[in-house]
């Protein structure tokens, strides 16, 4: 595969990883409004508003930790799941902490939301795991040169007879 064929498959896996982790961030968050029935039918355009700007948000924020990943995982290769699964999950943390104060003077994080921080690594597990099924099943291939085509071994030869030795007559002797 080449490097530019490469980098299309890249930006595409991310693209829906990034698409799967807001639906996943939007659903969670929208969960408890959804399991009440007396709210009536939602809305499909808001709906979808919704979801555009889950997608928008998550693929802000993850592109540069996801591109770190990314980039480790093509130079050395790494084509496990498990691997993309604990990047995007790492991801996912990293996207929340940096969203949530920091107080220098305690070195803790100020209002931290449990639930919101297990949705962000919920969702950088499912998202780094789309991300794999499309693009990191494949990383590093594209350093690799092309095999060769081998020709198709056809059927054995069929083994012929020995054809016959020409005769040719003894050589005459002269006579004295």
Aim: charged share 10%; with cysteine.
């Amino acid at each position: 595969m080449s490097l530019i064929g490469r980098l299309f498959a890249i930006a595409f896996g991310f693209l829906f990883a990034s698409l799967a982790a807001g639906l996943v961030v939007v659903g969670t968050m929208l969960f408890p409004e959804l399991s009440d029935l007396a709210g009536g039918p939602l809305d499909p355009d808001a709906m979808n508003i919704v979801l555009g700007f889950g997608f928008i948000f998550v693929s802000g924020f993850a592109l540069l930790p996801a591109l770190i990943i990314v980039l480790v995982t093509e130079a050395f290769s790494i084509r496990s799941a498990l691997v993309y699964a604990i990047g995007g999950g790492l991801v996912g943390v990293g996207c929340y902490l940096g969203l949530v104060p920091f107080d220098p003077g305690t070195l803790q994080f100020d209002g931290i939301v449990r639930r919101h921080l297990e949705i962000m690594t919920g969702a950088g597990i499912i998202g780094g795991l789309v991300y794999w099924l499309i693009a990191g099943r494949n990383a590093g291939l594209w350093r690799d040169p092309p095999r060769l085509r081998t020709a198709r071994p056809g059927p054995p030869p069929v083994p012929q007879a020995p054809s016959p030795a020409p005769q040719t007559p003894p050589p005459s002797q002269p006579s004295p």
